[in-house]
């Protein structure tokens, strides 16, 4: 079984969409988890943690459940500069918070 | 805006030949890494680096593989003998504290092809 293993994609969504991406994390010590985003070429940045309790950041959801080792975004309003490739990440219970990806997602937002 | 750069953008090689990918971390940040990503598929961590020495490392990292911080603001990832399967974007990243929650901050990368 695949560490973190994401929805294959791509998405194709029209501008205004809310398009949501799942993930699921196979490693039950994996401590902290994240959205990050990368864009074709470019380094993976970081979107949002992602905390126990669900948090949001403008038009960004995201959730974590523990029980289940799923991790949720929610993208509302989408916005053509969204498309990108959304890469769910956990750390490793190694100390060194050594970061562990998923292969991604890649939304494509079209007019 | 503190960054993390890394030099050179591109460097093409001949298999069997040695590269040195240089990096500068975000100047107060404690902990270095790097990071691989094959065309087309997953980043994949390769080795931290804490304290002058490295703190883990994954089993890409073999032999071939070697990291230095030979100075207080380059830290370098060399490949002794390249191969073809080491064509990849070699990705720095470096972090200020310890605890999960504080972001790792990645450079542009370096594409590597080996040919």
């Known amino acids: 079984r695949k560490e973190v293993e994401q929805d294959p994609g791509p998405f194709n969504v029209p501008e205004g969409a809310t398009v949501a991406f799942n993930c699921t994390y196979s490693n039950s010590a994996s401590q902290s988890f994240f959205w990050y985003r990368q864009d074709c070429r470019k380094e993976p940045k970081l979107l949002m943690s992602?905390?126990?309790s669900g948090n949001e950041d403008g038009r960004f959801t995201a959730q974590l459940n523990r029980a289940s080792q799923y991790i949720s975004l929610l993208i509302r309003d989408s916005k053509l500069s969204d498309s990108a490739t959304y890469l769910c990440v956990v750390t490793r219970a190694s100390g060194y918070s050594t970061l562990t990806f998923g292969k991604g997602t890649m939304l494509l937002v079209s007019p | 805006e503190p960054e993390v750069t890394q030099t050179p953008s591109h460097q093409v090689t001949q298999m069997g030949q040695e590269v040195i990918l240089r990096c500068v971390p975000i100047s107060n940040h404690l902990y270095f890494y790097w990071y691989r990503q094959i065309l087309g598929q997953k980043v994949e961590f390769l080795v931290s680096?804490?304290?002058?020495?490295?703190?883990?490392k994954s089993e890409i990292f073999d032999d071939q593989f070697s990291v230095e911080r030979p100075d207080g603001s380059n830290f370098t990832l060399k490949i002794r003998s390249t191969k073809l399967e080491d064509s990849a974007m070699y990705f720095c990243?470096?972090?200020?504290?310890?605890?999960?929650?504080?972001?790792?901050?990645f450079g542009p990368g370096t594409r590597l092809t080996v040919l």
């Open positions: 992602v905390y126990s």
């Open positions: 990243a470096s972090r200020v504290l310890a605890g999960d929650q504080n972001e790792q901050f």
């Open positions: 680096f804490y304290n002058n020495e490295i703190s883990e």
